[in-house]
């Protein structure tokens, strides 16, 4: 006998957002479907991310199907992720859905998908910067793009957020090229890079950046910033938790009472962005700041994916960290350092080294508004063919 429990949850984010489904999905049994003959399927790493990229049109139009779809794919829910491609942890359970626009001055839309490791759950309300730099590589390889050289320039219209990414990739000989000397912290060994110039970054999925209108307020007891830029985050000072801030792994591991007190700030922080109840979500997402450590540091992070410790840093994340930093008052200008000017390549230091983004603002009175953010990632194509 096959049963199949659907629970739906709907987020209505904000004016600028459309209405996002996300959708649990149970099932008990085996069922015949029509993918048993496998499904074209990329895998690669993006930045300090991987997982499968798909041609967007030859998945399930039905959101539901495609969720389950993507769970077996993964192996989810399952810790051990044994049955399918996940790598058991956040930053290896990520998915990238693409295909080619129909939107002017675009060339590629791009659906980010955060499949849950131990709940039947695929979250397409974050983006994913990381995932993001291989959009451009697996468009041109898929032939949606011409190669030029020796660079392609790639218009990529990320639907998570309703943004638009400028991504520069290498391309000489009119072939993308993977190796090169570029080196990221997170990933061992160098490659070519991607520049990626990321647009319309504020308000994302709220609408605002800052969604409550305050710089700065409590939430049980402990100071916050709630922002929406790049990702949807609440930052906190590592003193006020009782951290110095460079804590590892293991220290998040073994301290499971001070992951429930964050927890739940994140859910009261969920109800007062607007983004409702956000226990099956990874938005918004968590930030734990202190000061820089290093020569030409500007701030450290510890960056939560909500649940656990990201083992590195996240593109989206490092965005809304840097805007944050240029708002006085904000937790992340209370502990960074800044240079106060309007452009500003903003260090972030994390678990495995450094993360760099170019932040460009622009003042209107007391309105702040993010201009343009880059950043330089790498990206390796790991293999193609068919997945079951």
Not at 368 to 376: C, E, F, L, P, Q
Request: aromatic residues 4%; contains cysteine.
């Amino acid at each position: 006998m096959f049963a199949v429990v659907i629970s739906t949850i709907f987020i209505t984010i904000g004016c600028k957002t459309p209405t996002i489904t996300q959708t649990a999905v149970h099932t008990e049994g085996v069922r015949k479907t029509v993918f048993d003959d496998g499904v074209a399927c990329t895998y690669m790493r993006g930045g300090t991310s991987k997982g499968p990229f798909f041609d967007m049109r030859d998945l399930p139009q039905d959101v539901n199907e495609r969720n389950k779809f993507l769970l077996k794919v993964m192996g989810s829910p399952d810790a051990k992720q044994i049955d399918g491609l996940g790598g058991t942890v956040t930053v290896t359970s990520k998915v990238v859905m693409a295909q080619p626009s129909k939107r002017k001055g675009i060339d590629v839309d791009y659906l980010f998908a955060q499949v849950d490791i131990e709940n039947p759950v695929v979250d397409t309300t974050p983006p994913c910067g990381n995932m993001m730099a291989g959009v451009g590589p697996f468009a041109i390889e898929k032939g949606w793009v011409k190669a030029t050289s020796p660079e392609t320039r790639v218009m990529v219209y990320n639907i998570n957020t309703n943004s638009v990414i400028e991504e520069i990739v290498q391309t000489p000989n009119g072939k993308v090229e993977y190796n090169g000397t570029m080196k990221i912290d997170g990933v061992p060994g160098t490659a070519a890079p991607v520049v990626m110039n990321l647009f319309d970054q504020v308000g994302g999925k709220t609408g605002k950046l800052l969604p409550t209108g305050k710089i700065k307020e409590q939430i049980q007891g402990i100071d916050v910033t709630l922002l929406d830029a790049g990702s949807t985050m609440v930052l906190m000072k590592a003193s006020d938790l009782g951290m110095d801030g460079t804590e590892g792994e293991d220290f998040f591991k073994k301290n499971k009472d001070l992951m429930t007190k964050i927890e739940n700030i994140r859910l009261e922080a969920g109800q007062r962005m607007g983004l409702g109840d956000v226990r099956n979500s990874v938005l918004p997402k968590v930030g734990i700041l202190s000061k820089p450590r290093k020569t030409g540091g500007n701030i450290t992070s510890r960056y939560l994916t909500p649940h656990t410790l990201h083992p590195s840093h996240a593109v989206t994340g490092a965005i809304c960290i840097g805007t944050a930093l240029k708002i006085k008052g904000s937790i992340a200008a209370e502990v960074g350092v800044t240079n106060g000017q309007d452009k500003e390549m903003v260090v972030i230091e994390h678990p495995s080294g450094v993360i760099e983004v170019n932040i460009e603002i622009e003042k209107k009175g007391e309105t702040i508004n993010v201009k343009k953010v880059g950043t330089v990632r790498t990206v390796r194509k790991i293999m193609e063919g068919k997945v079951f």
